[in-house]
């Protein structure tokens, strides 16, 4: 079988399959996300990536009541329910998603050219809104994700807007290019331009554990990992992944922990032992300000206005 | 005289035999010593004390201090540490509040009026703790008739010392030396010296900072001999004319007992001697100030110091050899309110800087100062706050050589007393205008000056922090400005107090003003220079904005910068007992309420000295003037 411009799709009644000579995929419709990524026999997801919203309390955020204003980001960053799954192969737009009996006309030698689905999610806000995410894949495996945010009025400022990519295990460090350091977008000015790699994830030791880690203005980054979830892979050579920039820099972080983990400690050996990947990609973040912590806010160019579309886009490539 | 446990209630008592305070300089046996950098005239106490520790003075060991008083129930403890990190009483942090708050009941004497003498309110205070100290020690042969002083550069907060059986004297003042002289009851062998340290007296109204509240001998103790001839006190006039590069010296001196005469060498910074010339009794002691012609200056960039070197002879004999470095250097406020040394703009990149350590609280090693050197170095910081309490001597001599610009600090923080629940509320203020509260605020106004009077790294007195205003403080700088002309004097606290605008502070200045408010001062035709002399709230996950107070600098000339609060978090290292892991706690973590939990981890470094996140945002805004 030729898969140079073509990759095989294999339509189940709860899910996609598509899958080339490295990578295979499956496209939740029960899960409703990207359930799986596996590159080279390799599992990259832990669980569907998700809209984020929401950034672990900062003393300042605290100080100036932003985490208590902003409180309905929190349920929306932890739960988001998916309200409309959308597909579209090659040309074929379907109406319906392809379940039985619609899948029954289908084998295993189906081939596409390219496949995109979109998931729409929504925000338990109020008013509600929604996000999309829309994953583009072409024969060669190449993902395009596009992570999509509906501003709404009258909803609080947004601490953080991209998606939230969980990894079955730790990773061993990551590589990316950009800018040197934890950057946020009114602390930025200081870092210098390059490729910089980091060993492990480090957790900013703040002395109560918050967001932290963020790296602003971002080509791509590649996350290494050297072990899977998968009992009959004893193999230890690294593997690797690499998220890049479409149509413009993203700002990311890579940490062993989700913001809610964070936002749980009262210590850094509050937190759990290190288990996974956190690979937070973001179009839209907040600064953390600074002319005092108990009350000052962010300088006005810098807070995230919900009322407003953000959006941040990336390749997964293999 | 009999030590008296009410002058812990009194507020105009607060120093009891305390030799005056005098010039920081070394002195040494003789040449030789001095390049040695050893002195014989010096000896350290530091080391393993006897000690005991009581809960409240009700329950303390009465008379530990006599000679044969049985003290077979002491332990020890290492000198200098604080008692609380030696597991002798409670952890606790607390900011504003007092640390007695919700526990023990307690307005300052006389702050309700004159007849409201509040006494018994520490000697009688379930919550004052007691540790008594005792070290024995013999006289170095060739001491043996010489008169002999203890200095203690560091105790929290009361403390009482006894020699041999006899009471020597009383000391407040936690972060400035006390000296008294134990001559008069010295021994060649088996002194018997006693130290009573109460964690509370009036002296802590004075001295609510927000930090880990400590007690104990915290910094060094040692024994000093004075030969028979003793420069006991120095002042170094040394002006700096930008206009024509011209160096002045000027000296004034205080000897124990008249000399046959002091020699004097100024050497330039190759060594070259520039001048030499000697004092006698018939000058009063005194080197009118003396034309150098041309010296080079002393700034950040160049930190040049000259070298000073006293000779002191007696019949004949060298008594003791003196070094002092001295720079030359103008700082001034132009007719335009700007901020100037050595006749250019002064643009401060400075912190505030707590003495802390993660493992010893403030008892801070001299390693810690050279590592905190190093970041302002790598990190273009120009300038440091001793917040909010002079700090180690070292430190001073380290910013002399260094070239950081330093903002000295009297010891007075009375936050609780006139800041209520966020709100300006001073019904029980001190030291405000109590004639009661005047002599102990002034006394340390004084103990400042007079200590560090000769470091040219300081160019700003802070009369103190966040105690609020009245006449007491306004005759603070009244102090300065009577003795010292030659700095400039700081004051934040009167920015709630406009009446007293015109007699505190040369500067204008208000802690964490935004930079949008901090323009609109500067915008209108300010008479004072604009100094933050605290912002950029450094907490956890900060420091942005960064920029926009540097675009101050370029916009207004009469804009200073300011000093980030804070150089390093105050967080104390344990071992947690269920991961094993290196925890750092904070307050409310020791069982400690009223406790602020984590409100003091502001550093720009973390408790451990490795640098948060953010410094690379503040060298890139510091490396920009």
Known sequence: MDYTNQMQIIYDDGMLGLAGPRFHYIFGYERAGLESLVVDGKEWLYRVPQPTFWRATTDNDR???????????????????????????????????????????????????????????????????????????????????????????????????????????????YTYQGLSGETYPDRMAGATKGQFEVAGMPVTPYLVPQECGMHMATDWVTVTRATTLNNADPDLSPLSLKFSALDKPFAFSCLPYTSSELENATHQEKLPPIHRTVLTIAGAVRGVGGIDSWGADVEPQYHLDAGQDHEVSFQITL | MEASLKWLDDPTVFRVNQLPAHSDHQFFKNQEELEAGQSSYVQSLNGTWDFTFAKNPQVRPVNFWEVDADRSDFTTIEVPSEIELQNFAQINYINTLNPWSGKVYRRPAYSLGDDYEAAGSFSEGIDNTVGAYVRKFDLPIDWQGLDVHVMFEGVERAMYVWLNGHFIGYAEDSFTPSEFDLTPYLQNKNNVLAVEVFKHSTASWLEDQDMFRFSGIFRDVSLLALPASHVVDLKVDAPYDPANQQGQLGLALQLTNDADQVQVTLADPDGEPILETSLTANDQWQLPLHDLGMVQAWDNQ?????????????????????????????????????????????????????????????AIMYEDMLADLQTFHENNINAVRTCHYPDQLAWYDLCDRHGIYMMAENNLESHGTWQKMGAIEPSDNVPGSLPQWHDVVIDRARSNYELLKNHPAILFWSLGNESYAGDNIADMNAFYKEHDPSRLVHYEGVCHTPEYRDRISDFESWMYLPPTKVAEYLANNPDKPFIECEYMHSMGNSVGGLGSYNDLIDQYPQYCGGFIWDFIDQAIEVTDPVTGQKSMRYGGDFDDRHADYEFAGDGIMFANRQPKPAMQEVKYYYGLH
């Open chain 2, 302 to 362: 160049q930190p040049v110091l000259y070298q000073l070197t006293l000779t002191v002879i007696k019949a004949g004999e060298v008594q003791e050899v003196i070094p002092q470095v001295v720079g030359f250097r103008q700082v001034m406020i132009n007719d335009q309110a700007v901020l100037m040394l050595n006749g250019h703009r002064l643009v401060i990149n400075g912190v505030n800087r707590h003495e802390w350590n993660c493992h010893r609280g403030r």
């Open chain 1, 63 to 173: 100080g100036n009541q932003f985490n208590i204003k902003s409180a309905q980001w929190l349920a929306a960053d932890y739960v988001a329910p998916c309200v409309d799954i959308d597909l579209t192969v090659d040309n074929h737009h379907y109406d319906q998603l392809p379940i039985a009996p619609v899948t029954n006309q289908f084998s295993n030698q189906t081939l596409a050219e390219q496949v995109e689905i979109k998931y729409t999610y929504q925000t338990v806000t109020i008013p509600q809104t929604t996000v999309t995410v829309t994953y583009h894949v072409v024969a060669d495996g190449t993902i395009t994700v596009r992570a999509h945010y509906q501003g709404k009025a009258n909803l609080p400022e947004l601490p953080v807007f991209g998606l939230r990519l969980i990894m079955p295990t730790p990773a061993t460090g």
